[in-house]
Each structure stands twice: as structure tokens, then as C-alpha cells.
């Protein structure tokens, strides 16, 4: 490769993320990697259409006297960085600069590094750091009496949310969850099937509910159970679990994700030895244990043994399938299905598993849309991103619009949710899992 060429033949890598070292958390070094990346990002411009950093950015030297780096005032930095939420978007489609090239640009782990040495500064707004709190979050909602009953009543009164867009920074018009007191773990039913080892799968199943699944949309953890025994797959919960850490990482609170991985780690290598393989229903807590935690701690035998038995689910149908172990009784066609797909699922370097297996429905054709829905958890729900999200996501709006198929599904539910709301054909967004299920009519 030619010096200071673009791109290489070799597959990105990644390089662990240096945390514990001392220059991870210098101000000086942390600018000076700011001000050379973002200049390689001036010169290139490729990333333009993803999140708001790069308009951000590209703003910001364009409006410099010098219209370059050196003319944006260091103090403006943090503008980009409170711009991306880590879709990992602009690392692993994008760039032409990643390690092993010698520019090594990690776009996203620097924005991380930045918001880290923020987090450490200013400890977070109450707002940021209740809305990343998804446990406590879920548990006070489902486990006192009426209380979320309370909370999905008020979170649909419009003198309510107007409240909470004033007092808390909650925009008023941003769907939220609603929590259910039966959540996942209280009803979760799992059937003793003999595993069947197929290919790299066990046939044996532990289920990481997540918070999102196990609070608010613990239904789908019941579709989730259906196909799965339906395939003879032995499938049962995760025996006890906390937030994978993703929204904390997001928020650069490190020592929280630290201590959450000291809760989840144990238990889920020990069912590793026990002959699990691990599932979850969300992207974002899949990734977390495929990429981000295996990256922190490199050298943790037990989170790269979870690290290496952790699958996206339908690449866990798909790798079943390839061995003749997925059954094709469907009864029922979907047509046309319009599928966003979330952007923790494409940085999974998986493939496009989702759509292959709901492609297998006859009657059936899946249309993706790879763009982001611009939710990321939170950035979607604060008053002063939300019109910034809106704008990221229409050109998935657009694309759901222009189809008005039969059905809309994202692998992330938030995302989901989030991009029905915005659309006027739309009423009810699925999970791919609920489609699958219901082409099996189970």
C-alpha cells in the first residue's frame, strides 16, 4: 500500500480500548488525537450522511477562519463528541482510514475516550444518568404496586410530558417505554428439550432476557421461546442478570460498566461451561459482549469465553439452518416486509441473517433499509437531540412510507418504535421473532 494510501486488503481490526492507562485520561493527548483525526475526517468528508458529529464538525471548519482544524476553538471539540451515540457506523462501512491503516482512525473509541474524561469531570446530568439506568429504572416500575400503571397513564398525559420536557429534558413527543408488572422473568416458561448440537450451535439456549425485554416487552421473550422449542431448541433464562452496560458506556461511565460486567460475566461463563450458548433480544446488549466488553478487558478468559458463545439470534437460526436443523413448516405467508436494520446488528460482521431467514417464508419477500433510525436509547428521547433524531431517521420514514408494506420490523425495538411513530402507515411495529413466529403459527 502506498504511503498514506486510502484504505487496505486487510480486514479492519480493532484495537483494545486502553482505559487503565493513564494517557486514555490526559486532556492534552486526548485533544491532540481530537484535533489529528478530525482533520483526516476534514479531508475526507465521507461520513457526512451518518450521525450529527460529522455535520458538526465539517460546521465548524467551515465556519473557522482558517477552514481548517487549527482554526476551531479546542473548547468546540466536545460539540462532535456530544453528537455521536457509537452506531459504530462510520468505523466498520465508512471509513477508509481504520487500523491496519497507519492513519489507525477509530472514530467511535475516541469519541468514547472523550466522553469518559467528561463523565469523570462532571459525573453526568441527573437526566443522563437516570434515563441509562435501565434496571433501577424497570424495577421500580414493575416491583412497587400501581406504580406502573402510574407511569404508563402519565406518560401519555400531555400536561405530563410537557412537565417533563421542562423540569427533566424528556421531549414531550418522544415515545417511552411503558413497563409491565408480569415482566419476562416472572412468566418465562422453558420446556426440557434434549439439545442437539449442530454446527458451531449446542442446541442449547440461555436466554439474556436484557432490561428492555425483561421490563417492557417481555411478550416477545415468549416468541422467542415458541421458535426455538419449535426448532428443538432447549431455551431457558439466563438464571440472573443486570443491564449489559451499553447505556453506560454510551454515557462514558466506565467504572458503572466495570461493575455491571462483574455481575454479568461470572454468571454467564459459568453457563458457558455448563454447554450454553447465549442469545439476547436486542443488538445493542449482543454487541456489548461480542465487541465492547471483549475489547476493554482483552485479557479476561471469561469474557472472551462469553464473547465466543454469544449470538445474534437469527445468526443462531441461520447457523441451525445450514445444518438442515431449522424447520420449514411455515403456515402462513408475511408479504412484503419492510426491515430496518439496526445498525449494533450490521456492525456484527454477521451478515444480513434476519432478512435470509424470514426470506425463507413462502410468500415472502423482506425489503431492508440500512439506515440508522437515529434512536440510540436516549438520543431520540432528550429535548435537545430529539429534532436531530427526526432527521436522521427520515430517510428510513421515507423508505417504510414509499413501500407501505404489510408489515415493519427492526431487530432493536426501540428503533422500531421509534420509526412507527414518526410515519403515518404504520400502527403497530414487530420484531422479526413475532414474524417468524406467526409464519409458523404458533
Not at 204 to 225: I, Q
Not at 374 to 386: I, L, M, S
Not at 398 to 410: D, L, N
Not at 417 to 441: C, R
Request: hydrophobic content about 35%; overall charge negative.
Amino acid at each position: 500500500m502506498a504511503e498514506h494510501g486510502e484504505g487496505s486488503l486487510e480486514a479492519p481490526t480493532r484495537h483494545p480500548l486502553a482505559w487503565r492507562e493513564d494517557d486514555f485520561w490526559n486532556r492534552d493527548s486526548l485533544n491532540e488525537e481530537l484535533e489529528r483525526v478530525y482533520d483526516i475526517c476534514h479531508g475526507c468528508r465521507r461520513c457526512v450522511s451518518l450521525c450529527d458529529s460529522f455535520p458538526t464538525l465539517f460546521d465548524l471548519i467551515d465556519e473557522s477562519e482558517t477552514f481548517e482544524v487549527d482554526g476551531v476553538d479546542p473548547k468546540d471539540f466536545m460539540k462532535v463528541v456530544d453528537q455521536c451515540y457509537m452506531c459504530d457506523l462510520c468505523y466498520l462501512t465508512k471509513c477508509p482510514y481504520v487500523p491496519p491503516h497507519e492513519w489507525n482512525v477509530d472514530f467511535p473509541h475516541l469519541m468514547l475516550r472523550a466522553k469518559s474524561q467528561k463523565f469523570k469531570e462532571t459525573g453526568g446530568s441527573f437526566r443522563d444518568n437516570l434515563l441509562t439506568s435501565t434496571d433501577a429504572m424497570g424495577k421500580a416500575f414493575t416491583t412497587i404496586p400501581l406504580v406502573d400503571v402510574t407511569a404508563n397513564a402519565l406518560n401519555k398525559n400531555k400536561l405530563f410530558r410537557n412537565a417533563l420536557e421542562s423540569t427533566l429534558g424528556v421531549h414531550r413527543d418522544a415515545p417511552v417505554p411503558e413497563y409491565q408488572r408480569k415482566t419476562l422473568r416472572k412468566r418465562f416458561a422453558s420446556q426440557s428439550l434434549e439439545p442437539t448440537p449442530l454446527g458451531r450451535t449446542t442446541g442449547k439456549v440461555a436466554f439474556y432476557a436484557t432490561c428492555y425485554g425483561n421490563y417492557t416487552t417481555p411478550d416477545l421473550g415468549d416468541d422467542f421461546v415458541k421458535v426455538f422449542e419449535h426448532n428443538n431448541i432447549h431455551i431457558e433464562l439466563v438464571p440472573k442478570e443486570a443491564c449489559c452496560g451499553m447505556p453506560k458506556l454510551e454515557l462514558g461511565d466506565l467504572d458503572s460498566v466495570h461493575a455491571l460486567k462483574e455481575k454479568n460475566i461470572p454468571v454467564l461463563a459459568k453457563l458457558v461451561d455448563q454447554g450454553f450458548d447465549l442469545i439476547a433480544p436486542i443488538p445493542s446488549c449482543v454487541l456489548m459482549y461480542k465487541q465492547e466488553l471483549p475489547l476493554m478487558y482483552p485479557d479476561d478468559p471469561d469474557v472472551l469465553k462469553v464473547q465466543k458463545a454469544f449470538f445474534d439470534p437469527f445468526e443462531y437460526l441461520f447457523l441451525r439452518h445450514k445444518e438442515g436443523g431449522l424447520k420449514l413448516d411455515f403456515v402462513n405467508a408475511l408479504g412484503d416486509v419492510s426491515y430496518q436494520v439496526a445498525c449494533h446488528l450490521r456492525v456484527q460482521k454477521i451478515g444480513n441473517k434476519t432478512r435470509d431467514i424470514l426470506n425463507l417464508v413462502m410468500d415472502t419477500e423482506v425489503h431492508t433499509i440500512e439506515r440508522c433510525s437515529g434512536h440510540d436509547g436516549t438520543y431520540a428521547v432528550k429535548k435537545e437531540t430529539r429534532a436531530k433524531s427526526i432527521k436522521i431517521a427520515r430517510p428510513v420514514v421515507k423508505q417504510v412510507e414509499a413501500k407501505a408494506a404489510q408489515h415493519f420490523a427492526s431487530d432493536c425495538p426501540m428503533a422500531a418504535v421509534h420509526i412507527a411513530n414518526l410515519t403515518e402507515t404504520v400502527d403497530l411495529a414487530a420484531h422479526p421473532m413475532t414474524l417468524l413466529k406467526t409464519a409458523y403459527g404458533l
